[in-house]
T-cell receptor
């Protein structure tokens, strides 16, 4: 069963605009959420995370929002840059050593 | 080294062949994970080591899969009698300490193709 879902397989956005990536989860035991970015032929790279006790975390151009009641989180990238073109994975954890469950990913393409 | 190193980068195996995939984590990292990523999917958890102890192997898909980390550093994932459904990218990740405070560092993966 897919406990972390990214329902948009792809997203195209113009350079300078905002990219919004969405993620839904079903397991209420998840208490830590992360976003990873992946370029072709490379491993995923950690981007930003949020604990379930918060509803927002910001790091430069990247902001993650968590809505626990809706079991939904989103990643905002503003402004979007060509180097942001990659696959973005949402991930969630519920155990003490950080085992992650990943969504299927969203391919972001930033056009000039 | 500076990052997590995996070898080989690519492996083609004939169905029924045994393969061994190697992971060199960041020096001193206690936690080590193996994930399997099928085409078009997100990584799926296989197994977790804390030093040399394999604390969770719930994600290993069958008894053909075996992982070890005998000295608490390098880890090997072994797949016996490979099948076509084993074709995937196998990712290794390490973390300085167990916990959730931040993400862990992934290697570039080994792409296994079973023909």
């Amino acid at each position: 069963d897919q406990q972390v879902k990214q329902n948009s397989p792809s997203l195209s956005v113009q350079e300078g605009r905002i990219s919004i990536l969405n993620c839904d989860y079903t397991n209420s035991m998840f208490d830590y959420f992360l976003w990873y970015k992946k370029y072709p032929a490379e491993g995923p790279t950690f981007l930003i995370s949020i604990s379930s006790i918060k509803d927002k975390n910001e790091d430069g151009r990247f902001t993650v929002f968590l809505n626990k009641s809706a079991k939904h989180l989103s990643l905002h990238i503003v402004p979007s840059q060509p180097g942001d073109s990659a696959v973005y994975f949402c991930a969630a954890s519920s155990d003490s050593w950080g085992k992650l469950q990943f969504g299927a990913g969203t391919q972001v393409v930033v056009t000039p | 080294g500076a990052g997590v190193s995996q070898s080989p980068r690519y492996k083609v195996a004939k169905r029924g062949q045994d393969v061994a995939l190697r992971c060199d984590p960041i020096s001193g990292h206690v936690s080590l994970f193996w994930y399997q990523q099928a085409l078009g999917q997100g990584p799926e958890f296989l197994t977790y080591f804390q030093n040399e102890a394999q604390l969770d192997k719930s994600g290993l898909p069958s008894d053909r899969f075996f992982a070890e980390r005998p000295e608490g550093s390098v880890s090997t994932l072994k797949i016996q009698r490979t099948q076509q459904e084993d074709s995937a990218v196998y990712l290794c990740a390490s973390r300085e300490q167990p916990g959730q405070g931040y993400g862990y560092t992934f290697g570039s993966g080994t792409r296994l193709t079973v023909v």
